[in-house]
């Protein structure tokens, strides 16, 4: 069975600092993509950024990165120069191919100006 | 491109009705459409999967009869939430899947129902 947890409710940290969101997920199987989901307030699912469980280089887009530790199933998010709009509640999910998405409980992010 | 619309964003219904959610790929076709619940502050919690022109798969606890899934279109899914309940308020999301990307689901802005 697949699972992801975040073990982290609620962060806050003040603006322009880097924040690192943790998780971990736990499968048997190959074929697994891992992804970072942000909801803000509007509570549109938006994609931050996804790592396909195969490659070894982590994912990177723009002030995003991925810190992805395959052997410790370790999968976190870091956000360089944080800003305002990064205040969000943000998902770590995975999913096999073809097949449904498991989310965490998510970590709630606060950037303070 | 990718993207989901849901309709309507907000309803508010008395118990004893039924309300249905309309989810649509606006440009592209979506061979599988997930529908999700998510109660304030928590995580998006999976109620069933539907392949176009095939029943739908729920998740256990999901009550089929209640919450009836149809996917008739490659474009269009819908969620119907029949006899609602005041404890059926919460935020329903939709999402949807193309061929072309097994792994990847694009999401709906969500319907807020409040039954009252």
């Known amino acids: 069975a697949q699972t992801v947890t975040q073990s982290q409710p609620e962060m806050s940290v003040q603006e322009a600092e880097t924040v690192t969101l943790s998780c971990t997920y736990d499968?048997?199987?190959?074929?697994?993509?891992l992804f970072w989901y942000k909801q803000p307030p509007s509570r549109q699912m938006i994609l931050v950024i996804r790592q396909e469980a195969y490659k070894q280089q982590n994912a990177t887009e723009n002030r995003f990165s991925v810190n992805f530790q395959k052997a410790a199933k370790s999968f976190s998010l870091k956000i360089s120069d944080s800003q305002l709009g990064d205040t969000a509640m943000y998902f770590c999910?995975?999913?096999?191919?073809?097949?449904?998405?498991?989310f965490g409980k998510g970590t709630r992010l606060h950037i303070l100006p | 491109g990718a993207v989901v619309s849901q309709h309507p964003s907000w309803v508010i219904c008395k118990s004893g009705t039924s309300v249905k959610i309309e989810c649509r790929s606006l440009?592209?076709?979506?061979?599988?459409m997930f529908w999700y619940r998510q109660f304030p502050k928590q995580s998006l919690m999976l109620m069933a999967t539907s392949n176009e022109g095939s029943k739908a798969t729920y998740e256990q606890g999901v009550e089929k009869d209640k919450f009836l899934i149809n996917h008739a279109s490659l474009t269009l899914s819908t969620l119907t939430v029949t006899s609602a309940h005041p404890e059926d308020s919460s935020f329903y999301i939709c999402s949807a899947r193309t061929l072309q990307d097994l792994y990847e689901q694009y999401f709906g802005p969500g319907t807020r129902l409040t039954v009252t």
């Open positions: 440009d592209f076709q979506a061979t599988t």
């Open positions: 499968t048997s199987e190959s074929n697994y993509y």
């Open positions: 999910a995975g999913g096999h191919r073809d097949d449904k998405i498991i």
